[in-house]
């Protein structure tokens, strides 16, 4: 779709984001366009919810979010397909199959990469490990040490695509397990402080692999009203500097747009989430001009 049809069909939930460009720029950029598509908490939802379901009725299902993402990629091409985490757990469908399921219809998808979320710990390390050979994505986790694990050398910290000549790094955070993930289950699995892993990945993605743009999928949760101090993705993004864009998950946030932030040095960064249950489709637009600068558009699609 032409950039500028696709502007006038943008649903009103949309917004117009600016990294490093005025709106009035936007008309000169014409280079070169990346679609970020995303979802997170899926939690083994396969099938649509029922028609009398109370709260989601008729809404989800992976045979409507393939077909969605499908279309999308007719309209363009260059399309990075990303999970926030908590793939497992919510279905008998993990009961059944471990995560066998999940994870072949992620591959048939597509999917570019996932992160790690605490419930995919709940088979355990071994578990997960089990089910790796069904994976044909990248997993990415760069504050979780698996070194003493039978996930070693399974994980990345981070991985760069090459879209349209552009370069995308993305690395991975996950939420403290401690508390939250018994430790039988995720073993020798070793956490590390979120924010300084950040603060090493995007030295390495922007000054020494030179990337374009830097993504962070996070299963940090988004806020947290009854702790101030714990980290989440709105604190990451005003503590930290040169992430474009926070992919989120962990704390079934709905979001209808990304919100906008100011990072440590002043510019924006977006940060969105989806909810769950594949009920929704994260959809954000890069745009790019001849000098690689960029301004964003983005919403949530109804499932």
């Known amino acids: 779709m032409k950039r500028r049809e696709f502007i006038e069909k943008t649903t009103a939930s949309a917004t117009l984001l600016g ?137 990345k910290p981070y991985k760069i695509f090459e879209k349209q000549g552009l370069k995308v790094g993305v690395f991975g955070l996950g939420i403290e397990l401690n508390g939250l993930v018994d430790k039988r289950m995720c073993k020798e699995t070793v956490y590390n402080d979120p924010v300084e892993t950040a603060q090493d990945m995007v030295s390495i993605l922007k000054n020494e692999k030179k990337c374009d743009l830097i993504i962070c999928l996070s299963h940090l949760g988004y806020k947290y009203r009854d702790n101030e101090t714990k980290i989440c993705d709105l604190k990451l993004a005003e503590l930290t500097e040169n992430i474009d864009l926070i992919i989120g998950g962990h704390t079934h946030t709905f979001l209808d747009k990304p919100t906008v932030l100011k990072n440590k040095a002043g510019k924006d960064v977006l940060i969105n989430q989806v909810g769950c249950y594949g009920i929704n489709l994260g959809r954000i637009d890069f745009y790019f001009d001849k000098d690689k600068n960029s301004i964003a558009q983005g919403k949530s699609i109804v499932v």
């Not at 570019?112 to 605490?118: F, P, Q």
């Not at 995919?120 to 089990?130: E, Q, T």
Request: hydrophobic share 40%; proline share 4%; charged share 20%.
């Open 19 to 155: 990294l490093g460009l005025s709106l009035s720029s936007f008309e000169s950029i014409t280079t070169k366009h990346l679609t970020v598509l995303h979802t997170n908490d899926v939690h083994s939802h396969i099938d649509p919810f029922p028609a009398d379901d109370a709260r989601n009725p008729n809404m989800g299902g992976v045979a409507r979010r393939a077909a969605l993402i499908k279309t999308i990629r007719e309209e363009n091409p260059n399309v990075l397909l990303l999970d926030a985490g908590d793939i497992f757990q919510g279905t008998p469908y993990f009961n059944y199959y471990g995560g066998e399921l999940e994870f072949k219809l992620m591959s048939m998808m597509q999917y570019d990469a996932s992160t790690i979320g605490n419930h995919d710990f709940d088979n355990g390390v071994d578990g997960l490990f089990a089910q790796m050979p069904h994976a044909q994505f990248e997993f990415i986790s760069s504050n979780y040490d698996f070194s003493n694990t039978v996930m070693n050398g399974l994980v």
